[in-house]
């Protein structure tokens, strides 16, 4: 694998928006959320025709992720469709980003009880990351082969990690030690740790901007409306042939199914790690700046691994680890004690997270026609998406009636087993008959 601007731009993107992923999702403002302005444990009250119904913030918050990633499963393939037609995936990558960058900045005004100013901007910002990722996952196929994707796609999800892992470092010391960056204690608050998110994201990813090409493949300007009509027409088309392609489909549905967990995991474990655990909020920055480590470690590692015996193989493995992790997870504490515990799970999250994502993204472009990358990795930002939809979905859900965080890890066990199952009948090979 020989590092040119393109393939450099490419990755800079995951070292960019990944600040986003670590301080919104999972570590800071998602406990922000669930704590300061939706209540905590007391929750909010909803009326309703039949009576009130009391929502932890924690629920809320498993909601709200839900509702955002909803609109992107929904719009992806469309205007994947309408990328691919037009060559305009850059240009949308730019315009989902960005959009991304100010509703990420927008968060920093977000106050105790201001749920509704807090709701609006959080799902323009993960609107704004989950649409840039379907468009930045679609230029795989053009900047690597089919030999190289697991190593390009391990080696830009390891420097994501990176990325991740420095703007919470930062984050840290503006939060407890601001003195070393020459401020006086408490001058900084969550809502300075999502304007630094939010300018960590828009900055760096400019060398995507700059350097990462697309072809044009249609010199025909079209309107939006007719643009939009060859999309749909497009997508019928995409929808048919990826009919066709069994083994997509398997994998697809595969990914819907393990993905659900995976994603379920990792948006819930800082509230897990604070309502179960009882860890702080430095102790959570500090955990979660090691599993970004741990994640760099594995997406190098499962990269490579997977060049060598397969993506798929690489996946059942680390679907193996995951379901360790969510049993353990049920019963945390039998080993040594709930705080030890804890971080050597997170140890392993870490580490099959960064190959999870690096094997799951190669397998989807050995699969990908690169002409129709756009449509068929909106197809499979929908399996993921909707993953992102039903696991907090049904975890919040778990908790308005158990009122257990714990019994929703548990559920995750069958999700694991059920999606391993079905991507043990994928034939990876496939693609060869089809080279």
């Known amino acids: 694998m020989k590092l040119n601007k393109p393939l450099t731009g490419w990755i800079f ?73 037009s060559s305009k995936k850059k240009r949308l990558l730019a315009f989902y980003c ?22 609006l901007f959080f799902v323009i910002a993960n609107l704004g990351f989950a ?23 391990g080696y830009a999800c390891g420097v994501g990690y990176i990325g991740g892992g420095l703007c919470l470092i930062i984050n840290l010391i503006m939060l407890q030690k601001p003195e070393l960056l020459g401020f006086e204690a408490g001058s ?20 995507t901007m700059l350097w990462l090409k697309e072809p044009e493949i249609s010199t025909t300007k079209l309107s939006l409306w007719k643009l939009s009509k060859m999309g749909i027409h497009r997508l019928k088309n995409t929808y048919s042939e990826i009919k066709s392609h069994k083994q997509l489909v398997r994998f697809l549905i595969s990914y819907l199914i ?14 897990f790690g604070s309502e179960v655990v009882g860890l702080s909020s430095p102790e959570l920055i500090a955990y979660f700046i090691i599993i970004q480590g741990m994640g760099f470690v594995g997406s190098m590692f499962f990269g490579r691994l997977s060049d060598r015996i397969g993506n798929k193989h690489s996946l059942l ?40 994502q690096a094997s799951a993204r190669s397998l989807q472009a050995l699969f990908t026609p690169p002409e129709k990358s756009a449509e068929f990795f909106g197809f499979f930002s929908v399996s993921g998406r909707f993953a992102s939809i039903f ?45």
């Open 13 to 85: 993107y995951d070292f960019a928006n990944s600040a986003f992923a670590t301080t919104v999702l999972a570590v800071i403002f998602n406990l922000y959320f669930a704590k300061v302005i939706a209540g905590g444990t007391e929750g909010i009250q909803f009326r309703h025709p039949f009576g009130v119904t009391q929502i932890a913030g924690s629920a809320l918050w498993s909601f709200l992720v839900a509702f955002s990633t909803a609109i992107v499963a929904i719009s992806s393939p469309l205007l994947g469709a309408m990328a691919d037609y």
């Open 98 to 119: 960005y959009m991304g960058v100010i509703g990420t900045i927008a968060l920093a005004w977000a106050g105790e009880g201001d749920l509704l100013y807090a709701a």
């Open 131 to 153: 649409g840039g990722n379907v468009f930045y996952n679609s230029f795989l196929p053009s900047i690597g082969t089919k030999e190289t994707y697991g190593r390009i796609s």
């Open 188 to 207: 900084f608050s969550v809502g300075d740790c999502m304007i630094v998110a939010g300018v960590w994201w828009g900055l760096f990813a400019l060398p």
């Open 258 to 271: 393990f993905n659900d967990g995976i994603e379920t995991v990792i948006i819930m474990a800082t509230i």
């Open 317 to 356: 493995i680390c679907l193996s680890v995951w379901l360790i992790i969510v049993l353990w997870a049920f019963k945390l504490g039998w080993l040594v004690s709930l705080k030890t515990d804890y971080y050597i799970i997170g140890i392993l999250a870490g580490f099959v997270l960064g190959g999870s």
């Open 391 to 435: 696991g907090p979905l049904v975890y919040g859900i778990t908790i308005v009636i158990t009122g257990s965080l714990q019994t929703g890890i548990l559920m995750l066990s069958i999700i694991f087993v059920v999606g391993g199952a079905i991507l043990w009948t994928v034939d990876e090979k496939s693609y060869q008959s089809n080279s």
